[in-house]
């Protein structure tokens, strides 16, 4: 394989990216100065060393020199309510929401989603970690789950799917409850606005 090859074949792999697209990119590439490629190389070299997954929430942070915390800003946080747990997708989706303003409890993040036919759910999220945390944080004050999920066939199927683990391993003793329909059916957290995603949270249940 020759170097625009196999650069291109690199690209195909990034979410939402076909091949026509990969192929745009390494032209774009090479339209560009050395110092340029060298510098996004770098920048991608070092992805992995500053940038860690927290050990509460498992969203991506940046470390900014911290050797001393495995805890993200918001987990560290001492204001934050923690008698509420937001459990959400992705980390893009956590940003949205932190972006409106308008939830103050802590967050986890599942890592993904799972398909309406999949044989292994469990495989696709990060599943047993979240039944940990629930039942670390279940005997710290946990008062409410939300489940955060996305408004489309496959966020929904997500949500039914922890819900049926979570309602029988809770006994009724926290609370779950699930975005208000604010967020329009078919619509991702990732592109909700920030007036709707308060709306949804405030109209929970
Ligand atoms: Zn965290």
Not at 132 to 138: L, S
Not at 151 to 167: C, K, N, R, S
Request: net charge neutral.
């Amino acid at each position: 394989m020759t170097t625009i090859e196999k650069l291109t074949e690199l690209f195909k792999k990034f979410p939402g990216i076909g091949p026509r697209q990969a192929h745009r990119f390494v032209y774009y590439l090479l339209t560009r100065s050395q110092q340029h490629n060298d510098d996004l190389a770098k920048l991608i070299g070092l992805l992995r060393t500053t940038v860690t997954e927290c050990t509460a929430c498992h969203r991506f942070f940046e470390m900014e020199g911290r050797i001393d915390t495995q805890l993200c800003d918001i987990d560290r946080d001492p204001h934050r309510d923690r008698t509420l747990l937001m459990v959400v997708s992705r980390d893009v989706d956590l940003e949205s929401v932190e972006k409106s303003g308008a939830y103050k409890g802590l967050y986890f993040v599942l890592g993904g989603s799972v398909p309406i036919l999949t044989e292994k759910p469990e495989e696709r999220i990060r599943q047993k970690e979240l039944l940990e945390t629930i039942r670390q944080r279940a005997a710290n004050g946990l008062r409410e789950i939300i489940l955060a999920m996305n408004v489309t066939p496959e966020g929904d199927h997500t949500a039914d799917y922890l819900a049926q683990i979570l309602v029988p391993m809770l006994g009724g003793g926290i609370k779950i409850s699930r975005l208000g329909r604010g967020v329009s059916t078919g619509s991702e957290l990732e592109y909700s606005d920030s007036d709707t995603l308060r709306f949804a949270l405030q109209n929970r249940g």
